[in-house]
């Protein structure tokens, strides 16, 4: 599955490469969708099912700081290829990177089995059990706020602080920096203050939202809080895939799916509304918008459902079995379960 959502890749890349208009173009972004989107979820659950429980935060950390990292750091690299030659050698570059990610996973990532048999009814417990639809709540609400924001984060410095195009990319750097070292400290901060790393994530990026929001022309503290944005950021994927790992121990696979595809959601629709909200308020407003959303998502998890996961998972079932619940041991194989341990390196 992973190898297959890589090489769906790489056929984007290829096609969009040679695109001969927009349609085959767009045809070929949906299938680098499926790609990412799904390699999103079946790469967190195989990092999942390869280590300990105990390493689960950190494992999680590796797959999302690789996805984090990607996504800051393409922008800024795509424009500087198309600068220098041409888009389709963006492209290229693109494909040469996705054909070495299919050709390192076949020769290093073991046989895992066969996973737990996703059912249906399963992609829908994300939202009928509290504790996972609370962090559904707060992660889609997070990432609304993130990207309303940073879809326009050219433009926003541009406008606020004055920056050019090399500043630009240096910003951005910066950004993916923090982010890395967010994403990094949240591998081991979940494993015992997992909805204090959620719930200060999110309220990162309000705070530092809120004072872009306010800060006009002072270059050197705009990029300050354009870092401490990053930070933030990059805590959020390692700390909501985590939340719903523990919050779903016997079904991490049908709940990450469903749980992706909400946050894509979140994303597209952040972007869109900062869009129609930048056109008609300016950057200010799309920040005050991204602060409000953002603290909001955070200050959701100070409920009954947020405090029942903030402690570390007593076996197998955590939260649900502390909140009485039964939980059925994950099938042999599936991501998070028992498994064939003779295929897992510890």
Do not use: C
């Amino acid at each position: 599955m992973l190898v297959g959502l890589s090489a769906l890749v790489l056929v984007s890349d290829v096609v969009a490469g040679i695109a001969p208009g927009i349609g085959v173009m767009l045809a070929a972004r949906a299938v680098l969708g499926i790609g990412v989107g799904g390699f999103w979820v079946f790469g967190a659950g195989a990092a999942i099912s390869l280590v300990s429980e105990r390493a689960r935060g950190t494992a999680v950390a590796v797959v999302s700081s690789g996805i984090f990292i990607a996504t800051v750091a393409s922008l800024p690299a795509a424009s500087l290829i198309g600068t220098l030659t041409t888009w389709r050698a963006a492209f290229a570059v693109a494909a040469v990177f996705a054909a070495v990610a299919v050709a390192a996973q076949l020769a290093a990532v073991p046989w895992l089995g066969p996973g737990g048999r996703v059912r249906p009814g399963s992609l829908l417990t994300v939202v009928t059990l509290p504790v996972s639809r609370i962090g559904l709540v707060a992660a889609g609400a997070i990432f609304f706020a993130n990207f309303a924001a940073y879809t326009y984060i050219g433009p926003l410095l541009h406008t606020r602080a004055g920056l050019g195009a090399g500043s630009f990319t240096l910003v951005l750097l910066g950004f993916g920096l923090a982010g890395a070292a967010g994403n990094f400290t949240a591998g081991v901060t979940v494993r015992r203050y997992l909805r204090a790393t959620l719930m200060g994530s999110g309220l990162l990026i309000a705070a530092s939202a809120l004072l872009l929001a306010a800060v006009t022309g002072a270059g050197p503290l705009t990029i300050a809080l354009v870092a401490v944005w990053g930070l933030g950021f990059g805590a959020v994927p390692v700390a909501a895939q985590s939340w719903m790992a523990r919050a779903m121990p016997a079904n991490v696979e049908g709940g990450l799916a469903l749980f992706v595809s909400a946050l894509q959601g979140s994303l597209a629709a952040g972007s869109a509304v900062g869009g129609v909200i930048y056109d008609a308020k300016g950057p200010g407003g799309v920040l005050v918008l991204a602060a409000a959303v953002a603290a909001a998502g955070s200050l959701a998890l100070l409920g009954r459902a947020g405090a029942a996961i903030s402690s570390p998972p007593a076996g197998p079932a955590g939260p649900a079995r502390e909140r009485g619940q039964e939980v059925p041991a994950p099938p042999p194989g599936a991501a998070g379960g028992a498994g064939n341990t003779a295929q897992r390196p510890r």
